[in-house]
């Protein structure tokens, strides 16, 4: 699951949770390793600054930190970016709403009620990008007919939206994942990454809550700063 890291740690995509090594011995004393498992502490010690914040922010603050991008895996992500979009620089396309549809194994699991059309995603926010003037979208899904989707509904619109997207492999999925090869999965991870940065750094953000790829998207952006007016066309959110 970790791309085609050597490692049984995702440390080749991103910055290690430190720098400090654990000797063998601490003044002539041999030192032993204790599993940091659930029941070790029976009461956790909050810092007296932070007593006041909701289990969800100290949740985001401990993704953002662990998904801190090496620089050779951000070089990685603006090279894509650069090669597919135009003007190359995402900077240069804000304001710009990202949307992300999840369908397949989530509904044939039953972990979400139904699928939603795309429709029920524009319907969500449409009013709002217009008194915005925010006319350029980023649609990432899984199922490729999500963009056959965006044809039609921008010909309704009179080709209001103007869309990025990269040019990816879709329908991959745990399961599909699972079951690659490890150059596949370094290759798929990468272009993970990707979606992940061109998402966090939208101005809006919609998508499918019950997905955990939504959440991590909307964790990022809230260690970001970012508002998260929840557009979504589900009613549950799980945690």
């Given at each position: 699951?970790?791309?085609?890291?050597?490692?049984?740690?995702p440390?080749?995509?991103?910055?290690?949770?430190t720098?400090?090594s654990?000797?063998?011995?601490?003044?002539?004393?041999?030192?032993?390793?204790?599993?940091?498992k659930?029941g070790?502490?029976?009461?956790?010690?909050i810092?007296?600054?932070?007593?006041?914040?909701?289990?969800?922010?100290?949740?985001?603050?401990?993704?953002?930190?662990?998904i801190r991008y090496?620089?050779?895996?951000?070089?990685h992500?603006?090279?894509?970016?650069?090669k597919?979009?135009?003007?190359?620089?995402?900077?240069?396309?804000?304001p710009?709403?990202?949307?992300?549809?999840r369908?397949?194994?989530?509904?044939r699991?039953?972990?979400m009620s139904?699928a939603?059309?795309?429709?029920?995603?524009?319907?969500?926010?449409?009013?709002?990008?217009?008194?915005?003037?925010i006319?350029?979208?980023?649609?990432?899904?899984?199922?490729?007919?999500?963009?056959?989707?965006?044809?039609?509904i921008?010909?309704?619109?009179?080709?209001?939206?103007?869309?990025?997207?990269?040019?990816l492999?879709?329908?991959?999925?745990?399961?599909?994942?699972?079951?690659m090869?490890?150059q596949?999965?370094?290759k798929i991870?990468l272009e993970?990454?990707t979606?992940?940065?061109?998402e966090?750094?939208?101005?809006?953000?919609?998508?499918?809550?019950?997905?955990?790829?939504?959440?991590?998207?909307?964790?990022?952006r809230?260690?970001?700063?970012?508002?998260?007016?929840?557009?979504t066309?589900e009613?549950?959110?799980?945690?």
């Amino acid at each position: 699951l970790y791309g085609d890291c050597n490692s049984t740690t995702p440390d080749c995509f991103f910055l290690p949770i430190t720098n400090c090594s654990i000797p063998s011995k601490v003044d002539g004393n041999q030192t032993i390793t204790i599993n940091a498992k659930f029941g070790h502490w029976s009461k956790s010690i909050i810092p007296s600054t932070f007593q006041n914040q909701t289990f969800n922010w100290y949740r985001v603050q401990i993704i953002f930190y662990l998904i801190r991008y090496k620089p050779e895996t951000l070089a990685h992500v603006l090279n894509a970016i650069s090669k597919q979009f135009q003007p190359s620089s995402i900077d240069l396309h804000h304001p710009y709403i990202a949307v992300y549809v999840r369908r397949s194994d989530k509904v044939r699991k039953k972990e979400m009620s139904r699928a939603f059309t795309l429709k029920q995603y524009f319907d969500l926010f449409d009013a709002h990008a217009r008194q915005a003037n925010i006319s350029t979208i980023y649609i990432n899904s899984e199922d490729e007919k999500v963009f056959n989707e965006f044809v039609q509904i921008n010909k309704e619109k009179q080709g209001y939206y103007k869309l990025l997207n990269l040019t990816l492999p879709r329908n991959i999925v745990f399961g599909s994942l699972i079951h690659m090869t490890k150059q596949q999965r370094g290759k798929i991870v990468l272009e993970f990454l990707t979606d992940l940065f061109i998402e966090a750094n939208a101005d809006l953000h919609v998508g499918t809550l019950t997905s955990n790829w939504c959440r991590l998207v909307d964790e990022m952006r809230l260690a970001l700063g970012k508002l998260i007016p929840f557009y979504t066309p589900e009613q549950i959110y799980r945690v």
